[in-house]
């Protein structure tokens, strides 16, 4: 049985790392997906990957941080498969690694933009079109980051990973009534352009119980747990998939 079958899923941040891997799940799983990123080569190239192996795409190009890529987003899904049944927001950036107090304004409100309004943006658009189908499933892609003692350097990345703990909340309140789950899924160490060099992953898989970094792949199943009736009870939630991080527990 494909768990996402007749669904359709908007997954940003789609052409690398763990959005790719989860948009070629989801349509693996039956969903067709709308996917996202601002760069529209690597965007077409999962795209023609995923209709190769017989899966629904479509493919919109634009920055999260602007409210129109939503609106476009949310239009393809109603216009072109009928409906909205589940969001990953999952496009992000670090922004510059650098202690507090040298953050500058202009650094600060990129991450926060990047991270935080974008999710903001996402689901203004999201939410009304899951409520025409009775509800749905909103996935944020948090980070480890955003409840660790602290990572040096990743303050405003972290605040603002932290941040989407309270959209998840707000919308579980205002909305799990109506038929809308929204959860996050906090990665530790991803092995994607994102974790940077060689010397960095192998930081990043000290800090985890497992002593490594995980596969794009394994936070993409992590995602259609929560994107898949697998999840019925499950709103208002945050899952770690981070190899038991020991900065966190
Ligand atoms: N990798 C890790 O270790 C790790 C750990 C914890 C959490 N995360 C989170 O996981 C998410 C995905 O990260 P990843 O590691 O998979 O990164 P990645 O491999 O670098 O991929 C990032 C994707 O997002 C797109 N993107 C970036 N900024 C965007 C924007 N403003 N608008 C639209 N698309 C944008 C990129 O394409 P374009 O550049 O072409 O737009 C790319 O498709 C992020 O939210 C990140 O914070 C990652």
Redesign the pocket.
């Known amino acids: 049985m494909k768990l996402l079958e007749n669904k359709v899923a908007i997954i940003?941040?789609?052409?690398?790392?763990?959005?790719?891997a989860t948009a070629r799940l989801f349509a693996e799983q039956g969903a067709a997906v709308i996917i996202?990123?601002?760069?529209a080569a690597?965007?077409e190239d999962v795209a023609s990957a995923i209709r190769q192996a017989g899966g629904r795409v479509h493919t919109v190009v634009?920055?999260?941080?602007i409210e129109e890529?939503h609106a476009r987003l949310t239009e393809v899904a109603m216009t072109i498969f009928g409906g909205l049944d589940i969001a990953v927001n999952?496009?992000?950036?670090?922004g510059a690694m650098k202690p507090l107090a040298e953050i500058s304004v202009e650094e600060w409100d990129h991450v926060i933009a990047?991270?935080l309004t974008?999710a903001f943006l996402g689901v203004r658009s999201q939410i009304p079109a899951m409520l025409k189908r009775g509800g749905g499933s909103v996935v944020f892609?948090?980070?480890?980051?955003g409840t660790s003692a602290g990572i040096p350097g990743m303050a405003a990345?972290g605040t603002s990973?932290a941040a989407l703990m309270g959209l998840v909340k707000g919308i579980t309140a205002d909305y799990a009534v109506k038929g809308i789950r929204a959860n996050a899924l906090?990665?530790?160490?991803?092995d994607?352009?994102?974790?940077g060099d060689a010397a960095q992953k192998e930081w990043?898989a000290g800090l985890h119980a497992m002593k490594r970094?995980a596969e794009?792949e394994e936070l993409a199943q992590a995602a259609l747990f929560l994107s898949s009736p697998m999840s019925s009870f499950v709103a208002g939630s945050a899952l770690f998939a981070d190899g038991g991080n020991a900065a966190v527990k």
């Open positions: 940003t941040g789609a052409s690398s790392g763990i959005g790719r996202n990123a601002r760069g690597a965007l634009g920055d999260v941080g890529t999952n496009a992000g950036a670090v990047a991270n974008s892609i948090s980070s480890f980051v990345y990973k906090l990665p530790g160490g991803v994607t352009p994102m974790a990043a970094i794009p």
